[in-house]
């Protein structure tokens, strides 16, 4: 073959090796795609149960979470209540307060406020005993329930209410105890060492009644040693608490030596009027009518570092008269007929002399028993203005002479009577 013709035979040879397969050619040359893995499935399943068990903790965290908010939900429901019993006890227990007054075990300072007393003690009886209900921790509505008990015969009852108001902390329940222990009191039996533990119970209590009750039982030298040392100290105590019964006790100790072997201690400083002036002054004005008999009777007389001072007799003497006392009254119509203290008054005189008569409780002829067992004779105006109001009430009918005579003390007797 000639070169010339052989050379495109050549050219077209090497293009068919050179050129790009054709889409036949390559699909039967390449190489197959990879089968697939065996597991894919599982694959599958493993990503939906990781997917399932996700939600399902998801679940179970809400349903916790639920849960939990439920529990927090309770115990903030069970605080409020909490909170709202509370509020109600502690206002059970302010209203039985307020209506009976603190607890105390101090002897009242006159019949009105005994008087007064259970008449508060009456009206508080139903909020005490719900307060007794709602708050049966606090002493003072068991104290309160107790006094009721005590007031109405039910002596076990009272012991029962006092001896879970003392645990509570009352004080004055503690005197009230040592008051059973100590007099026997209803079915209690005499026990002198609980009376006196109880004593001292209630003093460590700061309670005052029990403090001067102590003192009384070293006075006396029961269930405790005599001692008037410390009798004094205790009476200083409560008088300085400011308890009348105390403040009277203490004072007469300072007048008379009472409590003190012989009546005198010069260490004790026994006796002392003028230290008692200031403790009787303190309890009259509280109202204890013994301590202004007692001024009243100092000042007439006088003592030992106390002069007579007839104003201030008059004084002590008209705060008992305005308080009731029938013998004050007739004693502050004494002092005006003779002048004692302020200038005389005949006619305030006779006006006294009269309602001393009408209190019943004073004779005629205790009428001027201020003047001693042999007074001065009748002021003459004073008389006859005695004479005049009994006149006036038509019982007396002689004349107005001014002589209290039998015919005077008769009509003045028709009155008193």
């Known amino acids: 073959m000639p070169v010339p013709d052989l050379l495109p035979r050549l050219l077209v040879a090497a293009l068919l090796v050179t050129a790009p397969m054709t889409h036949a050619q390559q699909a039967t040359d390449a190489p197959l795609p990879a089968p697939a893995a065996p597991d894919a ?25 639920e849960a939990r908010r439920a529990i927090v939900a309770a115990e903030i429901a069970r605080l409020a209540a909490a909170r709202e019993a509370r509020r109600l006890a502690d206002a059970a227990v302010a209203t039985c307060l307020d209506l009976a007054g603190p607890p105390s075990a101090e002897v009242p300072v006159s019949e009105a406020a005994q008087r007064a007393l259970f008449d ?3 009206d508080a009886f139903p909020a005490c005993r719900e307060a007794a209900e709602l708050a049966p921790e606090a002493g003072g509505p068991l104290f309160h329930l107790a006094t009721i008990a005590q007031a109405r015969g039910d002596h076990r009852q009272a012991v029962a209410l006092y001896d879970r108001a003392a645990a509570a902390g009352e004080g004055a329940a503690h005197t009230r105890l040592g008051d059973y222990y100590n007099f026997g009191i209803g079915p209690i039996r005499p026990d002198i060492d609980r009376a006196v533990a109880a004593y001292r119970a209630a003093t460590d209590l700061g309670d005052l009644a029990g403090t001067t009750t102590l003192a009384f039982m070293h006075r006396l030298g029961r269930g405790v040693p005599r001692d008037p040392a410390e009798m004094l100290r205790l009476f200083r105590i409560a008088a300085d608490g400011g308890y009348h019964f105390a403040q009277v006790n203490l004072a007469q100790t300072y007048l008379t030596g009472e409590g003190v072997p012989g009546g005198a201690d010069a260490a004790l400083g026994i006796p002392d009027p003028r230290a008692a002036v200031p403790h009787l002054a303190l309890a009259a004005r509280a109202g204890n009518l013994d301590a202004a008999r007692t001024l009243a009777a100092l000042y007439a007389t006088g003592a030992e570092g106390v002069p007579p001072n007839p104003a201030l ?3 002590w003497t008209r705060h008992l008269a305005d308080a009731g006392d029938p013998a004050a009254i007739a004693a502050r119509a004494y002092l005006l007929e003779q002048g004692i203290g302020t200038p005389a008054d005949p ?4 006006q006294g002399y009269i309602a001393a008569l009408e209190t019943g409780a004073v004779p005629p002829d205790a009428l001027r028993a201020a003047g001693g067992a042999r007074p001065p004779g009748w002021d003459r105006q004073t008389a006859i203005e005695f004479q005049r109001i009994l006149q006036e009430r038509g019982l007396y009918l002689g004349a107005l002479d001014g002589i209290v005579g039998p015919g005077t003390l008769g009509a003045a007797r028709a009155l008193a009577e």
């Open 41 to 65: 499935e599982a694959a599958r399943r493993a990503a939906e149960a990781a997917a399932a068990a996700q939600a399902q903790a998801i679940a179970e965290a809400e349903a916790e979470a």
């Open 347 to 350: 006619i305030a005189a006779a």
């Open 313 to 315: 007799r008059l004084r």
């Open 120 to 122: 508060r003690l009456r």
